[in-house]
Antibody, heavy 125, light 110 residues
Framework: QVQLVESGGGVVQPGRSLRLSCAVS????????IHWVRQAPGKGLEWVAI????????YYADAVEGRFSVSRDTSKSTVNLQMNSLRVEDTAVYYCARTYGDYRSAAYYYGMDVWGQGTTVTVSS | QSALTQPRSVSGSPGQSVTISCIGT?????????VSWYQKHPGKAPKLIMYDVGKRPSGVPDRFSGSESGNTASLTISGLQAEDEADYYCCSHTGSYTWVFGGGTKVTVL
């Protein structure tokens, strides 16, 4: 059974850091990209970042470029989202999600099929 | 990375059809056709309901259909049911290793 489970959310002051984790299971981790998507309170979904399959690269939304970094730990089948210089506007539920297809298929670019349950990040003084 | 444009809300009675538009640019929706749609109920994770413009993942009812014309993708829900009341989001690959979502559309079943 394909599963993604986020952890690490919490309350943090502006300017501080927080690291989220996404533990994956039930599929060949190295063949899939993992997205991070967030939803601020009362707002829509916002794409945040992706770690390319097999650690082939990381790409970010302009809103988080230079402050957030994504990494994958193959030995633990985990993806981490390191969030630095946090701002009030980063307050959101953060989801990790798998690319729809593996790297060998066009479906890789179609979006996300399996999502975690989300973890809440609150940035407040 | 500007968000794709969706209507804020649409509504319909049970059994009717509603269509949600998703307007992008020639760089995203119009260029790569890598458009997907998600259904989101409050407090739940998003659910993929459409990809590659008009293809449905396994288990998604055929009441959901998709289309595309130029820089605009559309999602149609036919035979509207109470459980279809949710927020719907379109998403497109931008061609530069990034993705972008629409602002979301609230579907209300009257």
């Amino acid at each position: 059974q394909v599963q993604l489970v986020e952890s690490g959310g919490g309350v943090v002051q502006p300017g501080r850091s927080l690291r989220l984790s996404c533990a994956v299971s039930g599929f060949t981790f190295s063949n899939y990209g993992i997205h991070w998507v967030r939803q601020a309170p009362g707002k829509g979904l916002e794409w945040v970042a992706i770690t390319w399959f097999n650690g082939g690269g990381e790409y970010y939304a302009d809103a988080v470029e230079g402050r957030f970094s994504v990494s994958r730990d193959t030995s633990k089948s985990t993806v981490n989202l390191q969030m630095n210089s946090l701002r009030v506007e980063d307050t959101a539920v953060y989801y990790c999600a798998r690319t729809y297809g593996d790297y060998r298929s066009a479906a890789y670019y179609y979006g996300m099929d399996v999502w975690g349950q989300g973890t809440t990040v609150t940035v407040s003084s | 990375q500007s968000a794709l444009t969706q209507p804020r809300s649409v509504s319909g009675s049970p059994g009717q059809s509603v269509t949600i538009s998703c307007i992008g640019t020639s760089s995203d929706v119009g260029n790569h056709k890598y458009v997907s749609w998600y259904q989101k109920h409050p407090g739940k994770a998003p659910k993929l309901i459409m990809y590659d413009v008009g293809k449905r993942p396994s288990g998604v009812p055929d009441r959901f259909s998709g289309s595309e014309s130029g820089n605009t993708a559309s999602l149609t829900i036919s035979g509207l049911q109470a459980e279809d009341e949710a927020d719907y989001y379109c998403c497109s690959h931008t061609g530069s290793y990034t993705w972008v979502f629409g602002g979301g559309t609230k579907v209300t079943v009257l």
